[in-house]
């Protein structure tokens, strides 16, 4: 019924194909093909969200101090979700008639600034101030992007962790630290995609494993450095002579790990237990194309950060959330519960049957629509009965692609393009579309995108980091009441750098607990120097680059004999692994004759 079509991006000017599975789900949900390429797509969404800024700014309903994912210089009104949440206003009374002779886009921008928007979006939080974009956290500081986790700081894409601290996409891990990838873990300090496992340090792709350094593809072991057994007792030994409360030991042993890491293959996707999956970091997935970090995810195409639980499915082009949504697309930090949502920014909590909205809630059929709650049958946030409702909609729909949205580019927003990045209410440097898509202010400028100078944060640092002790068996608790210039202060590091830091009372009491010695970078930096193990989104057609009897730079000799036996693998794959990163990978087949 369906046939394969070549297109070419309205954006970046590169061909992308839309196969027959993707023209019938389009039918299925009822609107047109894209005309951006799914990468383009994925940027433009990132756009739209500040993933971990924090801004200090007046409330526009009480004037009181108050953070906000919105700077003050973005022409937003903002209110914080305390009152944001009540009935002591009425977003209703923003509504405004829907106007033929004018886009759309522009009708909504205008809707956008003036209805009040809630400055963090934390649904049932417990002493989490610090925190945003977060479900249920309980005393969570500085995390990002999570659900039910407890005791955590520094963190984001965390599902169900508790006592965690410097993490990113943890589920159900506890008391781990600068770790990436995780999955049932406990006590892992310096590790890289492992799963029920505890007590490692600066391991990585490992499983059902315990007490164990610097390891690598290692399944079912215990007391082993370097991949190499030691009884219990020795073990003990050596690792108490490592020294890793020292800040100079703990970075030369972890990059001692990481060149040993280098030295064996990689699957060409990182994951476990999926059936029929590509893409990378997918864990407990079937039917999952071309996505990114996804946890029990089932016919998902064209998704990243779907991983918190209970899984999605039947979804496209969905950036971000997750927690049981169905049939939904070109959305973004969208989540718990939602269906059929389409074209959207932070709609959540068992909404259904929403198009072209932003920041809605346990909300239905609604089109165009900013700050709703437990609304239906509006449109620009302008009540109507169901009969007119559905009377109006078609015709919204058809002015919409006769009359689109031009923005100074020239690109054309028709029915069925998510928001213009003309609308994002953040700067693209504040953005996550930065950490995927780097751009420089002059690129992201004449690309369309909003680009938002750093503040001066006047911050007086009371000592520096190359001054801290090397020890935590050094540190006194007077460390708490000093302010820390972070060791890239100054520097151009691209990382979001916030120049200075403190310890935290929790913190220091964390970092003695496991033996750790204090960092030397703010949360930002520690942040984006850890995704620095991350993959990006973009897919390359490889080879399996196992060789016969060693891999293709001979820098690893396999352990048994493979299917090819000694001719080099023929399987070839499309990954995330781009061709220039030194990563050795292999094909499934021959990585799990390495590992298992």
């Known amino acids: 019924m369906f046939s394969t079509e070549t297109k070419i991006c309205q954006n970046c000017k590169v061909s992308f194909v839309i ?64 009152i944001w949440l009540t009935d002591q206003w009425n977003p209703l009374e923003y509504g405004q008639e829907y106007d033929f002779s004018r886009p759309f886009f522009e009708q909504f921008d205008e809707l956008l600034h003036k209805v009040p928007l809630k400055n963090l979006n934390v649904v049932n939080g417990v002493n989490s101030d610090y925190s945003n974009n977060f479900t249920e956290p309980k005393n969570c500081y500085l995390c990002f992007n999570g659900n039910q986790s407890e005791d955590c700081m520094y963190s984001h894409g965390i599902t169900f962790c508790r006592d965690c601290v410097d993490v990113s996409h943890l589920s159900k891990c506890e008391s781990c630290y600068d770790s ?13 995609n492992c799963e029920s496992s505890f007590n490692l340090w600066f391991s990585k792709n490992c499983a059902g494993c315990s007490d164990c350094v610097g390891c690598v593809g290692l399944r079912k072991k215990q007391y082993h450095i370097f991949n190499q057994p030691y009884s219990k007792e020795d073990y003990q030994a050596k690792l108490k002579e490592l020294n890793l409360g020292s800040y100079g030991e703990y970075q030369k042993v972890r990059a001692q790990a990481h060149d040993f890491w280098s030295k064996f293959p990689n699957k060409f996707i990182e994951g476990l237990h ?55 697309y070109e959305c973004h930090a969208c989540g718990i519960g939602t269906q059929n949502v389409r074209f959207c920014l932070f709609t959540q909590e068992d909404s259904h049957d929403i198009e072209y909205s932003m920041v809605c809630s346990g909300s239905s059929y609604l089109f165009g629509c900013v700050g709703l709650r437990k609304k ?40 069925g ?45 009371t000592i520096n980091a190359a001054d801290l ?53 703010c949360h930002n930096c520690r942040t984006f120097e850890r995704l620095k193990q991350r993959t990006g989104l973009k897919l390359y057609p490889r080879k399996c680059q196992c060789e016969g ?45 390495e590992v298992v």
């Not at 990132?46 to 973005?74: G, T």
């Not at 990045?421 to 202010?441: C, T």
């Not at 001979?554 to 990163?581: I, L, M, Q, W």
């Open 180 to 192: 990436f990838w995780l999955t049932s873990c406990t006590t892992n300090v310096g590790c890289n």
């Open 549 to 593: 009897v060693q891999s293709q730079n001979s820098t690893y000799k396999n352990t048994v004999a493979h299917f090819h036996g000694e001719a080099h693998c023929p399987n070839e794959f499309e990954t995330s692994y781009a061709p220039d990163r030194p990563e050795i990978v292999y094909c499934e087949q021959c990585y799990q004759a």
């Open 376 to 415: 239906q049958y509006c449109i620009l946030n302008k009540q109507y009965s169901k009969e007119e409702y559905e009377k109006l909609l078609p015709k919204i729909r058809e002015h919409m692609s006769s009359m689109p949205y031009k923005d100074q580019q020239g690109r054309l927003y028709q029915y």
């Open 19 to 82: 196969d027959a599975s993707d023209f019938a789900f389009y039918e299925r949900i009822q609107v047109p093909p894209p005309t951006f390429c799914w990468l383009c797509r994925a940027q433009r969404r990132m756009a739209f969200r500040n993933e971990r800024i924090l801004y200090k700014r007046k409330s526009d309903f009480s004037d009181k101090d108050i953070f906000s994912m919105y700077s003050l210089e973005s022409g937003y009104k903002v209110y914080e979700k305390e």
């Open 417 to 461: 393009e998510f928001f213009p990045i003309e609308l994002s209410p953040v700067g693209y440097n504040e953005s996550m579309a930065q950490e995927y898509f780097p751009l420089d202010k002059q690129t992201a400028t004449a690309q369309g995108y909003k680009w938002r100078e750093p503040a001066d944060r006047k911050y007086a640092p």
């Open 274 to 328: 999926n059936t029929r999956v590509s893409g990378n970091y997918i864990d407990h997935s079937k039917d999952v194309k071309n996505s990114f970090l996804v946890r029990e995810g089932e016919h998902l195409k064209f998704c990243q950060y779907i991983q918190e639980l209970p899984g999605c499915k039947d979804c496209y082009d969905w950036s971000i959330w997750g927690d049981n949504g169905q049939l939904m």
């Open 469 to 521: 002790p090397d020890h935590i068996k050094d540190v006194s608790d007077s460390i708490t009441k000093d302010v820390i210039a972070c060791a890239h202060a100054g520097v151009e590091c691209n990382q979001l750098c916030v120049d200075a830091f403190r310890i935290t009372q929790d913190e220091l009491n964390f970092y003695r607990k496991l033996g750790l010695p204090l960092p030397r970078l």
